[in-house]
């Protein structure tokens, strides 16, 4: 089924380590989001992407980085893992008509 | 910039009763918004959308919602509650700059009693 796909869903990190979560549509968006979701906070943006090669930083990007070097891929690294980004992240795409945004299913990271 | 207010994070109401989720946002420009429903350990599902066409949305799972430019409103409503519409529901607008970023309200969690 087109859609995105997130990998892994569940994952428990020590304090600094560093991981990569995988992002992946097959859907041709341009643009893509890496959210982060804290109870009772919303989901806040980490980075996104408006084509390959580029990113830019959204509300909360200290401690992430990104890469889109494929339409396809948007993959968020964490360098240096701390207990603050204990949370559930979710990658969405968007398609170029302005009304269609797709979801992962999450990846839940917890850091302990 | 262009935000979103979800007044109050909890609702409860009885099964078979009017739901009314409430959602107001700040955008200077006409915006496109969104409705999306989230049930416990699963992603973000859309309910329903509204990108400038009729202003009364009606969505899945028997939801609607009207945009009011006049109140900066688009309040989510359902006539009468079922126990699985349990779920926390979210708010968002869309930014009408170069991201198009989805910008969230806080969500509000709706309990439905038997």
Redesign the interface.
């Given at each position: 089924n087109a859609g995105v796909t997130q990998t892994p869903k569940f994952r428990i990190l020590k304090i600094g380590q560093s991981m990569t979560l995988q992002c992946a549509q097959d859907m041709n968006h341009n643009?893509m989001?890496w959210?982060r979701q804290d109870p009772?906070?919303?989901?806040?943006?980490i980075y996104?992407s408006?084509g390959a090669g580029i990113t830019?930083k959204?509300e909360v990007p200290n401690g992430y980085n990104v890469s889109r070097s494929t339409t396809e891929d948007f993959p968020l690294r964490l360098e240096l893992a701390a207990p603050s980004q204990t949370s559930v992240y979710?990658c969405?795409s968007?398609d170029g008509t302005?009304?269609g945004?797709t979801?992962?299913?999450?990846t839940r990271l917890t850091v302990v | 910039a262009q935000s979103v207010t979800q007044l109050g994070?909890h609702v409860s109401v009885s099964e078979g009763a009017l739901v009314l989720l409430r959602c107001n946002y700040s955008s200077s420009v006409p915006p496109?918004l969104?409705w999306y429903v989230q049930y416990p350990n699963?992603?973000?599902q859309?309910l329903l959308?509204y990108?400038s066409a009729a202003t009364l949305v009606k969505g899945i799972n028997g939801f609607e919602a009207e945009f009011k430019k006049s109140e900066t409103s688009f309040h989510l409503t359902k006539p009468s509650a079922h126990m699985s519409d349990a779920a926390e529901y979210?708010c968002a607008v869309?930014a009408m700059d170069?991201?198009?970023?989805?910008?969230?309200?806080?969500?509000t969690r709706l309990l439905v009693r038997p």
């Open positions: 643009y989001y959210y009772g906070m919303g989901l806040k943006l996104y408006v830019d959204g979710f969405a968007r302005g009304g945004y979801f992962g299913s999450g | 994070s496109y969104f699963q992603g973000l859309l959308k990108t979210f869309s170069s991201s198009y970023k989805l910008i969230f309200g806080s969500g």
